[in-house]
Protein backbone atom coordinates (compact mmCIF):
# COMPACT_ATOMS: atom_id res chain seq x y z
CA UNK A 1 0.00 0.00 0.00
CA UNK A 2 1.35 3.75 -0.66
CA UNK A 3 -0.39 6.91 1.28
CA UNK A 4 -0.26 10.09 0.10
CA UNK A 5 -1.21 13.13 1.21
CA UNK A 6 -2.33 16.57 -0.11
CA UNK A 7 -1.90 19.19 1.42
CA UNK A 8 -3.78 21.62 -0.83
CA UNK A 9 -6.85 19.47 -1.52
CA UNK A 10 -6.56 17.86 2.40
CA UNK A 11 -7.04 14.59 0.16
CA UNK A 12 -5.28 11.46 1.74
CA UNK A 13 -5.09 8.67 -0.85
CA UNK A 14 -4.44 5.30 0.28
CA UNK A 15 -3.64 2.44 -3.38
CA UNK A 16 -4.64 -0.36 -2.00
CA UNK A 17 -3.34 -3.79 -3.38
CA UNK A 18 -3.21 -7.08 -3.56
CA UNK A 19 -5.62 -9.37 -1.56
CA UNK A 20 -7.29 -7.50 1.42
CA UNK A 21 -8.74 -9.89 3.83
CA UNK A 22 -8.46 -9.92 7.67
CA UNK A 23 -5.03 -10.84 7.69
CA UNK A 24 -4.15 -7.91 5.54
CA UNK A 25 -6.59 -5.47 7.01
CA UNK A 26 -5.62 -4.89 10.28
CA UNK A 27 -2.07 -4.04 8.77
CA UNK A 28 -4.17 -1.42 6.44
CA UNK A 29 -5.96 -0.29 8.97
CA UNK A 30 -3.25 1.10 11.35
CA UNK A 31 -1.11 2.78 8.70
CA UNK A 32 -4.07 4.83 7.40
CA UNK A 33 -5.37 5.53 10.78
CA UNK A 34 -1.97 7.37 11.60
CA UNK A 35 -2.32 8.95 8.83
CA UNK A 36 -5.75 10.31 9.29
CA UNK A 37 -4.74 11.25 12.63
CA UNK A 38 -1.55 13.18 11.29
CA UNK A 39 -3.32 15.00 9.17
CA UNK A 40 -7.58 14.81 10.10
CA UNK A 41 -8.31 14.83 5.82
CA UNK A 42 -11.25 16.23 4.30
CA UNK A 43 -11.51 13.20 1.77
CA UNK A 44 -10.26 9.89 2.19
CA UNK A 45 -9.92 8.11 -1.07
CA UNK A 46 -9.40 4.54 -0.95
CA UNK A 47 -7.97 3.34 -4.62
CA UNK A 48 -8.84 -0.40 -5.68
CA UNK A 49 -7.23 -0.04 -8.69
CA UNK A 50 -4.44 -2.75 -8.15
CA UNK A 51 -6.73 -4.84 -5.48
CA UNK A 52 -7.60 -8.60 -6.51
CA UNK A 53 -9.51 -9.41 -4.11
CA UNK A 54 -11.82 -8.37 -1.04
CA UNK A 55 -13.90 -9.74 1.53
CA UNK A 56 -15.82 -8.50 3.95
CA UNK A 57 -12.93 -7.53 6.17
CA UNK A 58 -12.73 -4.53 3.39
CA UNK A 59 -15.97 -3.70 4.44
CA UNK A 60 -14.90 -3.33 8.14
CA UNK A 61 -12.07 -1.59 7.07
CA UNK A 62 -14.22 1.22 4.99
CA UNK A 63 -17.06 1.25 7.74
CA UNK A 64 -14.41 1.62 10.25
CA UNK A 65 -12.49 4.62 8.99
CA UNK A 66 -16.11 6.15 8.21
CA UNK A 67 -16.70 6.02 11.89
CA UNK A 68 -13.40 8.14 12.31
CA UNK A 69 -13.56 10.47 9.48
CA UNK A 70 -17.74 11.06 9.97
CA UNK A 71 -17.08 13.69 13.27
CA UNK A 72 -14.41 15.50 11.64
CA UNK A 73 -16.29 16.41 8.95
CA UNK A 74 -14.61 14.34 6.09
CA UNK A 75 -15.56 12.22 2.87
CA UNK A 76 -14.53 8.89 1.34
CA UNK A 77 -13.81 7.96 -2.29
CA UNK A 78 -13.78 4.01 -2.99
CA UNK A 79 -12.12 4.11 -6.68
CA UNK A 80 -12.16 2.11 -9.10
CA UNK A 81 -13.22 -1.38 -7.57
CA UNK A 82 -13.02 -4.54 -9.99
CA UNK A 83 -16.61 -5.88 -10.95
CA UNK A 84 -16.74 -8.27 -7.77
CA UNK A 85 -15.30 -6.21 -5.40
CA UNK A 86 -17.92 -3.51 -6.98
CA UNK A 87 -20.17 -6.06 -5.92
CA UNK A 88 -19.27 -6.49 -2.40
CA UNK A 89 -19.39 -3.13 -2.07
CA UNK A 90 -22.78 -2.93 -3.38
CA UNK A 91 -24.11 -6.11 -1.28
CA UNK A 92 -22.83 -3.90 1.78
CA UNK A 93 -24.71 -0.71 0.78
CA UNK A 94 -21.20 1.08 0.87
CA UNK A 95 -22.68 3.49 -1.64
CA UNK A 96 -25.28 4.69 1.62
CA UNK A 97 -21.25 5.57 3.73
CA UNK A 98 -18.98 6.99 0.45
CA UNK A 99 -18.95 7.49 -3.31
CA UNK A 100 -17.60 5.10 -5.38
CA UNK A 101 -15.95 6.44 -8.56
CA UNK A 102 -13.83 4.75 -11.71
CA UNK A 103 -12.41 7.50 -11.54
CA UNK A 104 -10.64 10.66 -9.60
CA UNK A 105 -12.40 13.67 -11.33
CA UNK A 106 -11.64 17.36 -10.78
CA UNK A 107 -14.57 17.13 -7.58
CA UNK A 108 -12.40 15.13 -5.12
CA UNK A 109 -9.42 17.72 -5.48
CA UNK A 110 -11.16 20.37 -4.30
CA UNK B 1 -24.23 -38.90 -3.27
CA UNK B 2 -21.36 -39.19 -5.72
CA UNK B 3 -18.59 -37.93 -5.08
CA UNK B 4 -16.36 -37.30 -7.82
CA UNK B 5 -13.51 -35.83 -6.35
CA UNK B 6 -12.56 -34.47 -2.88
CA UNK B 7 -9.55 -32.53 -1.04
CA UNK B 8 -9.37 -32.00 2.58
CA UNK B 9 -7.04 -30.27 4.59
CA UNK B 10 -6.23 -28.79 8.21
CA UNK B 11 -4.00 -26.23 9.08
CA UNK B 12 -3.91 -23.69 11.95
CA UNK B 13 -6.53 -20.76 12.72
CA UNK B 14 -3.35 -18.24 11.63
CA UNK B 15 -4.99 -15.44 9.66
CA UNK B 16 -2.17 -15.70 7.02
CA UNK B 17 -4.01 -19.04 6.28
CA UNK B 18 -7.26 -17.16 4.61
CA UNK B 19 -4.92 -16.62 1.53
CA UNK B 20 -3.81 -20.59 1.70
CA UNK B 21 -7.31 -21.84 2.27
CA UNK B 22 -8.42 -19.12 -1.07
CA UNK B 23 -5.43 -20.42 -2.99
CA UNK B 24 -6.40 -24.09 -2.21
CA UNK B 25 -9.94 -23.43 -4.07
CA UNK B 26 -8.52 -21.93 -6.69
CA UNK B 27 -6.72 -24.58 -7.48
CA UNK B 28 -8.93 -27.34 -6.97
CA UNK B 29 -11.68 -25.29 -8.86
CA UNK B 30 -9.21 -25.61 -11.81
CA UNK B 31 -10.87 -29.16 -13.09
CA UNK B 32 -14.66 -27.39 -12.49
CA UNK B 33 -14.03 -24.30 -15.03
CA UNK B 34 -15.96 -22.46 -13.20
CA UNK B 35 -16.69 -18.62 -14.67
CA UNK B 36 -14.22 -15.70 -13.70
CA UNK B 37 -17.32 -14.53 -11.49
CA UNK B 38 -18.04 -17.88 -9.83
CA UNK B 39 -14.77 -18.43 -8.97
CA UNK B 40 -14.16 -14.69 -7.39
CA UNK B 41 -18.06 -15.45 -5.30
CA UNK B 42 -16.49 -19.22 -4.41
CA UNK B 43 -13.03 -17.26 -3.21
CA UNK B 44 -14.78 -14.98 -1.37
CA UNK B 45 -17.12 -17.45 0.33
CA UNK B 46 -13.99 -19.88 2.01
CA UNK B 47 -12.07 -16.20 2.96
CA UNK B 48 -15.28 -15.49 4.93
CA UNK B 49 -15.36 -18.71 6.47
CA UNK B 50 -11.85 -19.50 7.50
CA UNK B 51 -12.06 -15.43 9.15
CA UNK B 52 -15.20 -16.40 10.98
CA UNK B 53 -12.93 -19.87 12.19
CA UNK B 54 -10.24 -17.30 13.02
CA UNK B 55 -11.87 -14.23 14.33
CA UNK B 56 -15.46 -15.75 16.43
CA UNK B 57 -14.33 -19.45 16.50
CA UNK B 58 -11.14 -19.29 18.23
CA UNK B 59 -10.87 -15.62 19.30
CA UNK B 60 -7.24 -15.45 19.40
CA UNK B 61 -6.44 -18.91 20.42
CA UNK B 62 -5.29 -21.57 18.50
CA UNK B 63 -6.70 -24.71 17.03
CA UNK B 64 -6.94 -26.25 14.05
CA UNK B 65 -9.59 -25.96 11.12
CA UNK B 66 -10.38 -28.34 8.60
CA UNK B 67 -11.69 -27.63 4.79
CA UNK B 68 -12.86 -30.37 2.92
CA UNK B 69 -13.60 -29.33 -0.93
CA UNK B 70 -15.67 -31.64 -2.89
CA UNK B 71 -16.65 -31.77 -6.73
CA UNK B 72 -20.44 -33.46 -7.15
CA UNK B 73 -21.91 -34.49 -9.84
CA UNK B 74 -24.23 -32.10 -12.28
CA UNK B 75 -21.21 -29.20 -11.22
CA UNK B 76 -22.03 -28.48 -7.87
CA UNK B 77 -19.50 -27.89 -5.44
CA UNK B 78 -19.25 -28.20 -1.76
CA UNK B 79 -17.30 -26.43 0.81
CA UNK B 80 -17.05 -27.50 4.34
CA UNK B 81 -15.07 -25.67 7.19
CA UNK B 82 -15.18 -26.86 10.52
CA UNK B 83 -13.39 -25.61 13.75
CA UNK B 84 -13.40 -26.70 17.53
CA UNK B 85 -13.49 -22.99 18.76
CA UNK B 86 -16.06 -21.52 20.67
CA UNK B 87 -19.09 -22.74 18.74
CA UNK B 88 -21.90 -19.92 18.16
CA UNK B 89 -24.35 -19.68 20.79
CA UNK B 90 -27.19 -18.13 18.72
CA UNK B 91 -26.83 -19.08 14.86
CA UNK B 92 -29.77 -17.07 14.17
CA UNK B 93 -28.63 -14.15 15.79
CA UNK B 94 -25.21 -14.49 14.61
CA UNK B 95 -26.89 -14.78 10.47
CA UNK B 96 -28.28 -11.13 10.78
CA UNK B 97 -26.49 -8.80 8.39
CA UNK B 98 -24.23 -6.36 11.17
CA UNK B 99 -24.40 -8.21 13.92
CA UNK B 100 -21.01 -9.32 14.87
CA UNK B 101 -19.34 -10.34 18.23
CA UNK B 102 -16.18 -8.16 17.40
CA UNK B 103 -17.17 -4.58 16.30
CA UNK B 104 -13.96 -3.02 18.52
CA UNK B 105 -12.40 -5.40 15.41
CA UNK B 106 -13.92 -3.58 12.21
CA UNK B 107 -15.64 -6.52 11.80
CA UNK B 108 -18.58 -5.86 9.46
CA UNK B 109 -20.99 -8.20 10.39
CA UNK B 110 -21.41 -9.20 6.61
CA UNK B 111 -19.72 -12.74 6.06
CA UNK B 112 -22.74 -14.57 6.31
CA UNK B 113 -24.85 -12.66 4.48
CA UNK B 114 -21.89 -13.06 1.82
CA UNK B 115 -21.76 -16.77 2.04
CA UNK B 116 -25.75 -16.94 1.36
CA UNK B 117 -25.05 -14.64 -1.52
CA UNK B 118 -22.90 -16.51 -3.11
CA UNK B 119 -23.92 -20.23 -2.41
CA UNK B 120 -26.84 -22.00 -3.38
CA UNK B 121 -26.85 -23.71 0.62
CA UNK B 122 -25.92 -22.95 3.16
CA UNK B 123 -26.03 -25.08 6.93
CA UNK B 124 -24.43 -24.01 10.21
CA UNK B 125 -24.31 -26.93 12.85
CA UNK B 126 -22.88 -25.35 15.91
CA UNK B 127 -22.52 -26.65 19.94
CA UNK B 128 -21.24 -24.16 22.30
CA UNK B 129 -17.70 -24.92 23.58
CA UNK B 130 -17.10 -27.49 20.64
CA UNK B 131 -17.10 -26.14 17.29
CA UNK B 132 -18.71 -24.71 14.50
CA UNK B 133 -19.23 -26.59 11.00
CA UNK B 134 -20.28 -25.10 7.78
CA UNK B 135 -21.33 -26.59 4.73
CA UNK B 136 -22.34 -24.83 1.42
CA UNK B 137 -23.08 -25.64 -1.73
CA UNK B 138 -23.04 -23.69 -5.22
CA UNK B 139 -24.33 -24.48 -8.20
CA UNK B 140 -22.18 -23.74 -10.91
CA UNK B 141 -23.38 -22.47 -14.50
CA UNK B 142 -23.96 -25.16 -17.39
CA UNK B 143 -20.55 -25.23 -19.18
CA UNK B 144 -21.26 -25.59 -22.77
CA UNK B 145 -18.72 -27.12 -24.79
CA UNK B 146 -16.99 -25.48 -27.54
CA UNK B 147 -16.78 -27.08 -31.41
Known sequence: ?110 | MKILNEFKCTFPANSANEGLARATLSAFLIQADPTAQELADLRTVISEAVTNAIVHGYRGTTGDITVCLRLLPERVIYIKVTDKGCGIPDVQKAMEPLYTSAPEEDRAGLGFAIMQTFTSSLRVRSIAGHGTTLIMRRQLGVKHEEG
Open chain 1, 1 to 110: MKLHYDIDSSCLTAVLDGEIDHHIAGMVRMEVDTAIYAHSPRTLVLDFGNVTFMDSSGIGLIMGRYKILQPLGGTIILLRPAPHIGRILRLAGMERLAEIRQELGEGAMQ
